[in-house]
């Protein structure tokens, strides 16, 4: 593995839930609790983020899917085509 660079591990997982059965509940916490202390337990460091939310619907599920798929070049353009767009000047 190269030194000089930095790889990241990085996870999405998720399924179809009644968020009114958890949401203000505190229900993220013990589920992003378990995966920075099996984070922490595999690589012997804490982790950079860890972020978690309730906020997601089953297209935006879908295409966080497909964009891990992306190869990082084609993401670069999207992701400058779009900030162009959108820049305010």
């Known amino acids: 593995m ?7 591990w990085s996870c999405l997982i998720g399924g179809p839930i009644d968020p009114s ?6 229900a993220d916490w013990p589920l992003r609790q378990a995966v920075r ?5 595999m690589f ?3 982790n950079e ?5 309730w906020g ?11 964009v891990n798929h992306i190869p990082t070049s084609d993401l670069k353009k999207l992701i400058k085509k779009y ?7």
């Open 2 to 8: 190269d030194k000089e660079k930095k790889f990241y």
């Open 21 to 26: 059965k958890y949401e203000g509940n505190g």
């Open 37 to 41: 202390d099996a984070y922490i337990k």
């Open 44 to 46: 012997c460091e804490d």
């Open 49 to 53: 983020v860890c972020s978690s939310g």
């Open 56 to 66: 997601i619907n089953e297209e935006r599920y879908e295409l966080l899917r497909k």
């Open 83 to 89: 900030e162009e767009k959108n820049s305010n000047g």
